[in-house]
């Protein structure tokens, strides 16, 4: 099985950004996490991040063709507004899971509204890079049942 886990804007600014929001752990340590996960469960997992929409959504449409059994997301702010990335997620029938950090319906208001959310299977929210492993956890149970 492999799971594509995109990362959209300031994601790679984990443990330099705005800790008490994000927390105090870096991007690296966010990649690490990720692949003694993928060797526990003997799958792979192939992480991408990018600052910008267009790349987000070439990375998208090559999952298209690449293999891909699943992804999980964080659009970061693309999230709120970019009907772009909406629309490539749509486009392919895998699961996806989103995923954010932070608690973002505790956020400012603009945060509340997900215009990608509609089109993956599920969301995780507010806790912490552990909402990465869970999603990781879910698309296991539900592609294997």
């Known amino acids: 099985m492999k799971i594509l886990v995109i990362n959209g804007p300031n994601i790679n600014f984990l443990g330099i950004r705005e800790k008490a929001i994000y927390g105090k752990e870096d991007y690296p340590y966010l990649l690490s996490i990720l692949e003694e996960k ?83 299977i599920g969301q995780i929210v507010g806790l912490g890079l552990q909402g990465y492993l869970l999603a990781v956890d879910a698309l296991l149970s539900m592609i294997n049942d």
């Open 38 to 120: 993928a060797k526990k469960e003997g799958i792979e997992i192939v992480t991408f991040q990018s600052n910008g929409e267009g790349e987000i959504i070439d990375r998208i449409q090559e999952a298209y063709s690449d293999k891909t059994d699943a992804i999980i997301i964080n659009p970061g702010a693309y999230t709120h507004y970019s009907y772009a990335i909406r629309d490539a997620l749509a486009s392919i029938e895998i699961p996806k899971i989103e995923v954010h950090i932070s608690n973002v319906h505790k956020r400012e208001e603009f945060r509340h509204v997900s215009v990608t959310a509609p089109v993956c």
